[in-house]
Structures are given as structure tokens and as C-alpha cells.
């Protein structure tokens, strides 16, 4: 069964960096798409980056500048590097990858991570 697993949240303060980490394991074939989202309290959530199989990256506008997404495809893995972070980027995030899995008839599936609370002082 594909698993994710996430790591890196934490409490920082205003102007303070985080880099998080997800890590599929599994009966993996391909990552395709990677997204990182988040969902601010009270809010609902929203993409904040995507790095997609053979091709671009997309930040959103509201972290471009500060943030970064990176991916290492024979870990398995992606990071979202957070600088310069914001009381508004106070939020549990969420990574999110489309994976072609190696079991059955290779059907792409979107698969999540748990969550990982990131908490910005002002």
C-alpha cells in the first residue's frame, strides 16, 4: 500500500525558514505530480505548489519569492522550502502526489500525506 509521510512542521517565528519533507513509499511505478497545499484555520484549503512530472513548477502568488518546491523522484520524495514566512502562512500543509503504483493495473491514484503543522509567530 503507498504511504506518505510527512515532516518538518513547527513553530517559528515572523522572517523564520522551514523545510518540509514527504516521502512516498510502496509499491511505487512513478510520481507524477507533486502538490503542496494548506489549509490556514477556518479556512479551506488551498494549492500553494506543484512540481509536475517531466515538466514546470508552479508557485502560488501569494508564497512566490519564499517559497520553493523540489523533488527527488528515485527517493521518492519532495520538499517545500519555506523562507521569510508570515503570520498568514500559519496553516497544517499537505502533500499530494499522483502515483502510478506497480501493483494491479497501474492506475494513477492521488495519495496524501497526513498533514504537518506550521506555526508562525508574530
Known amino acids: 500500500q503507498v504511504q506518505l509521510v510527512e515532516s518538518g512542521g513547527d513553530l517559528v517565528q515572523t522572517g523564520g525558514s522551514l523545510s518540509l519533507s514527504c516521502v512516498a513509499s510502496?509499491?511505487?511505478?512513478?510520481?507524477?505530480?507533486i502538490k503542496w497545499w494548506r489549509q490556514p484555520p477556518g479556512r479551506g484549503r488551498e494549492l500553494v505548489a506543484t512540481s509536475k512530472w517531466r515538466g514546470n513548477v508552479d508557485i502560488a502568488d501569494s508564497v512566490k519569492g519564499r517559497f520553493a518546491i523540489s523533488r527527488d523522484d528515485a527517493k521518492s520524495a519532495s520538499y517545500l522550502q519555506m523562507t521569510n514566512l508570515k503570520p498568514d502562512d500559519t496553516a497544517v500543509y499537505y502533500c499530494?502526489?499522483?502515483?502510478?503504483?506497480?501493483?494491479?493495473?497501474?492506475?494513477?491514484?492521488?495519495?496524501w500525506g497526513q498533514g504537518t503543522q506550521v506555526t508562525v509567530s508574530s
Open positions: 510502496g509499491p511505487i511505478y512513478i510520481v507524477k505530480d
Open positions: 499530494n502526489f499522483r502515483i502510478v503504483p506497480t501493483t494491479g493495473a497501474r492506475r494513477e491514484a492521488d495519495y
